[in-house]
């Protein structure tokens, strides 16, 4: 029995095809489902007794828990127990232009970013679709409100669990399904080449944000290892073509380490990487964790980093702070509470 929730229209108009069904059932589904958020298939009235039937045999809709709320300055921190008992975060923020929401997409992390809480944990497993769809669901139910975006920057890296997190994208999209527009979908990526590249091929007009953190081989080996597999001139190729085939911006991730990637050296060096391409860089002062001995770079040199790539004339902004003080910011979040 399958979880209902890791299915995508396409998925059901074939359940239903292959039981000899018309596919626009699969549209009453997610009508079901996603618009009046009825989960009890029996009740699904629009849809014939004989039918509901095999489907109650072949779907549940069971349910992740939320296990805690922490709660901040206009955020809010969710611990989430899966059903075989791992567990996760996911973190909504209240912007001016509205609510979003950070998942998470793996149980652990394998790519071992040195300044990163969340990869302290190895790799137990990749989250099923259901599992990234259902946080959004609690969410929303639990706050009452709409989500309007969605940034995959939570636990794990998204591209290593590439077909889960691009079914996830879809039933999110789907105008009958949650219908987030694509717009308001980011994925953020430390740089897995092979899914960048067939992410550009899927014509998903999704944003994407990559992990860049260093402008020289040197300066990334050091905090990623992923860097001694896709190294700089490569990530940048593929960069290049992203934007080529698709025509959309890229956003540069660079969290600013104090002394290890903040200085002016660093700044102009990431200028000529990225001059003459059609990126923003997102400027992340460092969330220190206890565990980790990195230290964020100081406001002044921060400025002068944000200075140096202005005059350059590559956009840039620094992030906005959240959630520091119950440690749901970017990099803090960990699948075993303390
Ligand atoms: N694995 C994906 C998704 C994680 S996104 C990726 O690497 O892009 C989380 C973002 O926060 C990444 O850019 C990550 O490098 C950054 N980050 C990690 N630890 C951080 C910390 N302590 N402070 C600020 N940013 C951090």
């Known amino acids: 029995m399958n979880n209902i929730f890791g299915y995508t229209k396409e998925m059901l108009e074939d359940y239903f095809i292959k039981m000899g069904e018309k596919k626009f059932k699969a549209t009453q589904v997610f009508e079901w489902l996603y618009i009046h958020n009825e989960y009890n298939i029996a009740n699904f009235s629009n849809i014939k007794k004989e039918v509901l039937a095999k489907m109650q045999e072949d779907f549940n809709a069971d349910f992740i828990k939320i296990e805690q709320v922490l709660e901040g300055k206009d955020v809010k921190k969710f611990l989430f127990r899966l059903l075989d008992g791992e567990k996760i975060e996911a973190v909504l923020m209240e912007h001016d232009y509205g609510l979003s929401v950070c998942v998470s997409s793996q149980v652990g992390c394998n790519m071992g970013c ?19 769809v259902e946080q959004i669901l609690l969410i929303q139910k639990y706050i009452n409100k709409r989500i309007n975006s969605i940034v995959m920057m939570g636990i794990g890296e998204p591209f290593d669990n590439y077909n889960n997190i691009i079914n996830f994208i879809k039933i999110v999209n789907d105008p009958k399904g949650l219908a987030i527009g694509s717009r308001h979908i980011t994925v953020s990526t430390c740089g897995l080449i092979p899914k960048i590249k067939e992410f550009s091929n899927l014509e998903l007009q999704v944003n994407l944000a990559i992990s860049l953190h260093g402008a020289t081989d040197e300066v990334r080996n050091k905090i990623m290892p992923v860097n001694k597999v896709y190294n700089i001139e490569a990530l940048i190729d593929t960069i290049k073509e992203y934007i080529a085939k698709t025509n959309r911006r890229v956003t540069i991730e660079y969290v600013m380490l104090n002394m290890i990637n903040d200085s002016e050296n660093d700044a102009i060096n990431l200028a000529n990487l990225l001059k003459g391409l059609n990126v923003y860089v997102n400027l992340i002062p460092y969330n220190e964790t206890k565990n980790i001995g990195f230290k964020k770079s100081s406001k002044d040199r921060i400025d002068k980093f944000f200075n140096i790539l202005n005059s350059r004339k590559i956009n840039v902004t620094v992030r906005r702070e959240f959630g520091g003080n119950i440690k749901a910011a970017c990099g803090q979040l960990r699948s075993e509470s303390d």
Not at 114 to 132: A, D, H, M, P, Q
């Open 114 to 132: 040195k300044f990163c809480e969340s990869g302290r944990l190895k790799k137990v497993r990749n989250l099923e679709t259901y599992e990234i």
